[in-house]
Nanobody, 122 residues
Framework: VQLQASGGGLVQAGGSLRLSCEAS????????LAWFRQVAGKEREGVSCISSSSDGSTYYADSVKGRFTISRDNAKNIVYLQMNSLEPEDTAVYYC???????????????WGQGTQVTVSS
């Protein structure tokens, strides 16, 4: 199993980034995909998730609603996180994750990517 996150970087406040996470080694279509983020010394928090079903149900943390959009491409085994109107408070290491149960709780996800750093300057 492998989850390879990419797309992080340094951006000014108000800017945009798109994170990608390419998965392999498991039945991608059957899994809920999620993005978490973590700041040093703080708990890893759920940012967004997208269901495995055809209805494509999504969840967003209140702090990112209206600014971030999660999507998945089952043909390519990739999950994306489009991040717009970035704020310095969004600075963190972002992790993609896969699990079998829909939700924002970290313990629901058994597969994790390596993380990609997002830094938003003011």
């Amino acid at each position: 199993v492998q989850l390879q996150a990419s797309g992080g970087g340094l951006v000014q406040a108000g800017g945009s980034l798109r994170l990608s996470c390419e998965a392999s080694g498991f039945s991608f279509d059957d899994y809920v995909l999620a993005w978490f983020r973590q700041v040093a010394g703080k708990e890893r928090e759920g940012v967004s998730c997208i269901s495995s079903s055809s209805d494509g149900s999504t969840y967003y943390a209140d702090s990112v609603k209206g600014r971030f959009t999660i999507s998945r491409d089952n043909a390519k085994n990739i999950v994306y996180l489009q991040m717009n109107s970035l704020e310095p408070e969004d600075t963190a290491v972002y992790y993609c994750a896969a699990g079998l149960t829909y939700g924002s709780w970290r313990a629901l996800y058994g597969y994790w990517g390596q993380g990609t750093q997002v830094t938003v300057s003011s």
